[in-house]
């Protein structure tokens, strides 16, 4: 008896995307049905799926991007790409690069059944590489070009194929092995831990403990105790003996967040620590040894600081010896796409009963020319509230109104987009979308306010708001 296949269909034409479905049903494969390449992302991340067979030629996300971008989730993954007579040269390069093969159109149940098998088949005899998981989301491998490669093991949740990301991945691979201390910088929400974690994970460190202080949550006057620890009555309060985090983090990696707000008094014995690996209790008489690997970051420029004597300079050059700078959302604009689909699956683990299921490309297309000061946490709080708050199954730029309420100016510089246009702030491409529909209505509010989705009166307090 033939085995039934589990197989995604994609295809920006939802009647021709139903027909190859019925199609594949016929010869025993169960199907589900995406019509855009980010419905297929989000599809693949929510089910595990045998084969994906996509259309080469849709608006929003060509089945050769969507290929790649499946790639970068899981390279096992096999793609049969539909292809009508003009696009067989794009077909064949995409064979080239990654996917299992093509079919033109129209297509042959039977053939189609016949590569699919051929697919499942060729999937199993290669075995995934370590990274590489039947979960999309967590782990992943990546491919570039015509080369496909294992992600560097602990990269996976820093998304984004720019070549500012690749970069990065490639920097804590190569930092990974090394036992240096690390100076991590970049503007706040930009994943400063992520990238501590990632270099961890990638070092022989891995299985040891990676343990975080945070120098700007924490009194100054628990601090010192905090990192390294007190004994049984040093203080008021001390009822008993405590490691502190450093002794927790021995064999393995300690981040310091935020070390540009820890103490100057504090600053001197953490550099002594760097210098010879010894700690001592507060209230203790006993030198300690530990094997600690210091990660540091800040989102603050340290040279200023160590100018202004708010920071030691030679604990600055001690820290400093391997700085990784990490790029803040707006000079990656590219890699939206990418995590917003994953926040959008994020957000739907976290509110499960929400109805959203896909974000349109005209939103898309909007979050890409936003200049994001809040970076990537901001980025994934818009689209969490987005799923919890829309009541459609498709996110739409009319929903950006539901953040209205807490948008703000930026304070940094803003972004310029292609036309000369300056957006800086979520509340720039509510304008914009609002403005681009009253162009359609010919100025006739009444009917902008129903293609917004949104109250007449909500319309003029939005245009009252943004009156210079």
């Known amino acids: 008896m033939t085995q039934e296949r589990f197989v995604l269909v994609v295809d920006d034409d939802l009647e021709m995307a139903h027909c190859v479905a019925e199609i594949l049903e016929t010869e025993k494969c169960r199907c589900e049905t995406a019509v855009s390449g980010s419905d297929a992302l989000l599809s693949c991340r929510e089910n595990d799926f045998d084969v994906v067979v996509s259309d080469v030629r849709m608006a929003e996300m060509d089945g050769i991007e969507l290929m790649t971008r499946l790639k970068h989730l899981q390279s096992d993954l096999p793609v049969i790409?539909?292809?009508?007579?003009?696009?067989?040269?794009?077909?064949?390069?995409?064979?080239?690069?990654?996917?299992?093969?093509?079919?033109?159109?129209?297509?042959?149940?039977?053939?189609?059944?016949?590569?699919?098998?051929?697919?499942?088949?060729?999937?199993?005899?290669?075995?995934?590489?370590?990274?590489?998981?039947?979960?999309?989301?967590?782990?992943?491998?990546?491919?570039?070009?015509?080369?496909?490669?294992?992600?560097?093991?602990?990269?996976?949740?820093?998304?984004?194929?720019?070549?500012?990301?690749?970069?990065?991945?490639?920097?804590?691979?190569?930092?990974?092995?090394?036992?240096?201390?690390?100076?991590?910088?970049?503007?706040?929400?930009?994943?400063?831990?992520?990238?501590?974690?990632?270099?961890?994970?990638?070092?022989?460190?891995?299985s040891k403990p990676f343990v975080t202080v945070n120098a700007a949550a924490i009194p100054e006057t628990l601090l010192e105790s905090e990192m390294f620890g007190h004994v049984r009555g040093a203080f008021t309060g001390a009822f008993q003996t405590h490691r502190g985090l450093l002794a927790e983090a021995d064999g393995g990696t300690l981040l310091l967040d935020e070390i540009g707000d820890m103490p100057l008094g504090l600053q001197a014995k953490l550099l002594r620590v760097l210098q010879s690996g010894e700690i001592r209790a507060v209230g203790g008489d006993r030198i300690q040894k530990v094997d600690v690997r210091i990660v540091a970051a800040t989102h603050r420029r340290l040279p200023e600081l160590v100018r202004e004597g708010r920071?030691?300079?030679?604990?600055?050059?001690?820290?400093?010896?391997?700085?990784?700078?990490?790029?803040?959302?707006?000079?990656?604009?590219?890699?939206?796409?990418?995590?917003?689909?994953?926040?959008?699956?994020?957000?739907?683990?976290?509110?499960?009963?929400?109805?959203?299921?896909?974000?349109?490309?005209?939103?898309?297309?909007?979050?890409?020319?936003g200049a994001w000061p809040g970076n990537v946490r901001e980025l994934q709080s818009t689209i969490e509230r987005l799923v919890v708050l829309a009541l459609t199954t498709q996110l739409e730029p009319r929903h950006l109104a539901l953040v209205d309420d807490e948008l703000k100016p930026v304070t940094g510089a803003p972004v310029t987009r292609p036309l000369g246009e300056e957006l800086c702030c979520i509340d720039d491409l509510v304008r914009r979308h609002v403005e681009a529909v009253l162009v359609h209505t010919d100025g006739n509010k009444a009917r902008a306010a129903k293609i917004l989705g949104i109250d007449l009166s909500t319309l003029y307090r939005w245009q009252q708001k943004w009156q210079p």
């Open 311 to 369: 920071f030691r300079d030679d604990l600055y050059y001690r820290l400093n010896v391997i700085n990784i700078a990490v790029p803040p959302l707006r000079s990656r604009v590219s890699d939206i796409p990418d995590l917003a689909a994953r926040f959008l699956a994020l957000g739907l683990e976290r509110a499960p009963a929400s109805r959203v299921r896909s974000i349109s490309p005209e939103l898309l297309d909007l979050l890409r020319h």
């Open 81 to 206: 790409l539909m292809t009508a007579e003009g696009s067989i040269p794009a077909a064949i390069d995409a064979v080239k690069r990654g996917a299992f093969q093509y079919i033109t159109k129209p297509v042959a149940a039977r053939e189609l059944r016949r590569l699919v098998d051929q697919a499942v088949t060729a999937r199993a005899s290669v075995e995934p590489p370590p990274s590489s998981k039947r979960a999309f989301g967590h782990t992943a491998a990546r491919a570039t070009g015509a080369a496909t490669y294992a992600a560097p093991r602990g990269t996976e949740e820093l998304i984004g194929e720019s070549l500012a990301m690749r970069e990065l991945r490639a920097r804590i691979e190569l930092v990974g092995s090394a036992t240096s201390p690390v100076l991590i910088v970049g503007e706040t929400g930009t994943g400063k831990e992520l990238v501590a974690r990632a270099i961890h994970a990638c070092s022989a460190r891995a």
